[in-house]
C-alpha cells in the first residue's frame, strides 16, 4: 500500500532536547511539507521541499531544520531554539508535477510532548 | 493574520439533514480551494476541491460553492451520516505560491444519530 509513514506516534522529550521525527513516503511524490497543528490554528506550514536536496522555509520555520537526502524520506528537527515544541506534527506529499495543484496526502501524525 | 478563516469552530447536525460548513478568505490572489477531513489521531485527507473559475463542484454527498466576491466558500454535505463526524479544514492556494497550501482553523463536525 502506498502512504506515508510518520513515526513515532508519540514522543517525548526534556526542554533543552533536539528531537529528530521521521516521515517517509512511498508514493514517488517530488514535493513533501512538514505542518504543525495547534488547536484553534489549523496547520500552519514548516517547511516544505519540492525536490531532493532542495527545501524552503514555511511560515513558522524558526527552531526547526529538515533534510531532503532522498526523495522518500524528509525527516525534520525540532531544536532546542523553537519555544514552543509541544505539539501534533504532520508530514504531507503531493505531486505538483502532474498538474497545477495536487492535493497533499498526510501521514498520521506524530505528537511531541516537551516538558 | 488569518488568510483562511472558519469561523465555527463547531457545528452540530442530525443525522439525514443537511451540513453546510463556511469558510471565509482575504487574500485575492488564492484561486484554488480546498476541503479536508481529519479524524482523531489521523491526518487529514483530501474531500473536495474547486477552481476560482467554477462557482460549484460537487462529488456525491459533498457539494462545495464559491462566492469570489463575498470571498466566501461554503461545504454542503447532504444527507449528513455519523461517519462524517470528523474535523473540516478549509484551505486555499495561490497561483503565485501553489505549494504553499494555507490551511483554516478547522470546523468539528457532529453528526447524530
Known amino acids: 500500500d502506498g502512504g506515508i509513514t510518520q513515526s513515532p506516534k508519540y514522543l517525548f522529550r526534556k526542554e533543552g532536547q533536539n528531537v529528530t521525527l521521521s516521515c517517509e513516503q512511498n508514493?514517488?511524490?517530488?514535493?513533501m511539507y512538514w505542518y504543525r497543528q495547534d488547536p484553534g490554528q489549523g496547520l500552519r506550514l514548516i517547511y516544505y521541499?519540492?525536490?531532493?536536496?532542495?527545501?524552503q522555509k514555511g511560515d513558522i520555520a524558526e527552531g526547526y531544520s529538515v533534510s531532503r537526502e532522498k526523495k522518500e524520506s524528509f525527516p525534520l528537527t525540532v531544536t532546542s531554539a523553537q519555544k514552543n515544541p509541544t505539539a501534533f506534527y504532520l508530514c504531507?506529499?503531493?505531486?505538483?508535477?502532474?498538474?497545477?495543484?495536487?492535493?497533499?496526502?498526510f501521514g498520521n501524525g506524530t505528537r511531541l510532548t516537551v516538558t | 493574520d488569518q488568510q483562511v478563516k472558519q469561523n465555527s469552530p463547531s457545528l452540530s447536525v442530525q443525522e439525514g439533514r443537511i451540513s453546510i460548513l463556511n469558510c471565509d478568505y482575504t487574500?485575492?490572489?488564492?484561486?484554488?480551494f480546498l476541503w479536508y477531513k481529519k479524524y482523531p489521531a489521523e491526518g487529514p485527507t483530501f474531500l473536495i476541491s474547486?477552481?476560482?473559475?467554477?462557482d460549484k463542484n460537487e462529488d456525491g454527498r459533498f457539494t462545495v460553492f464559491l462566492n469570489k466576491s463575498a470571498k466566501h466558500l461554503s461545504l454542503h454535505i447532504v444527507p449528513s451520516q455519523p461517519g462524517d463526524s470528523a474535523v473540516y479544514f478549509c484551505?486555499?492556494?495561490?497561483?503565485?505560491?501553489?505549494?504553499?497550501?494555507?490551511f483554516g482553523p478547522g470546523t468539528s463536525l457532529s453528526v447524530i444519530p
Open positions: 474547486i477552481s476560482s473559475i467554477k
Open positions: 521541499s519540492q525536490i531532493v536536496n532542495d527545501f
Open positions: 508514493l514517488n511524490h517530488d514535493a
Open positions: 504531507a506529499s503531493s505531486t505538483p508535477g502532474q498538474g497545477r495543484y495536487s492535493p497533499l496526502h
Open positions: 487574500n485575492s490572489m488564492f484561486d484554488y
Open positions: 484551505a486555499a492556494s495561490a497561483r503565485t505560491s501553489y505549494d504553499k497550501v494555507i
